[in-house]
């Protein structure tokens, strides 16, 4: 089974920044193409970013393209969301996801593994 513990997580003044990180256990990192979603209150659980698991490619939201930047680290078993220029919409519980396989995915349930969030916190 795979483990993944978020951290990184708080509160920040608009135009902050914040770096998240993911850890892998269980299986096998290398295996597994990684995402970051988050859910701001009243909303559905929406991408941000995805990462092969080579971390060869990657992808984005429009909504955070240009701002933050994903990365990933194979040796440490830990992916990272830098989170730069922050606005107040960003606020949400942000989540690390896995998915079997080379490429990541915007779709939620093409991922088998979810950790259990950390807050950001934007303020104006």
């Known amino acids: 089974q795979v483990q993944l513990v978020e951290s990184g997580g708080g509160l920040v003044q608009a135009g902050g920044s914040l770096r998240l990180s993911c850890a892998f256990s269980g299986l096998t990192f290398s295996s597994y193409a990684m995402g970051w979603f988050r859910r701001a209150l009243g909303k559905e659980r929406e991408f941000v970013s995805g990462i092969s698991r080579s971390g060869g490619s990657t992808e984005y939201a429009n909504s955070v393209k240009g701002r933050f930047t994903i990365s990933r680290e194979n040796a440490k078993n830990t992916v990272y969301l830098q989170m730069n220029s922050l606005e107040p919409d960003d606020t949400a519980v942000y989540y690390c996801?896995?998915?079997?396989?080379?490429?990541?995915?915007?779709?939620?349930?093409?991922?088998?593994?979810w950790g259990q969030g950390t807050q950001v916190t934007v303020s104006s």
């Open positions: 996801a896995a998915r079997f396989g080379v490429s990541s995915s915007v779709r939620r349930n093409d991922y088998q593994y």
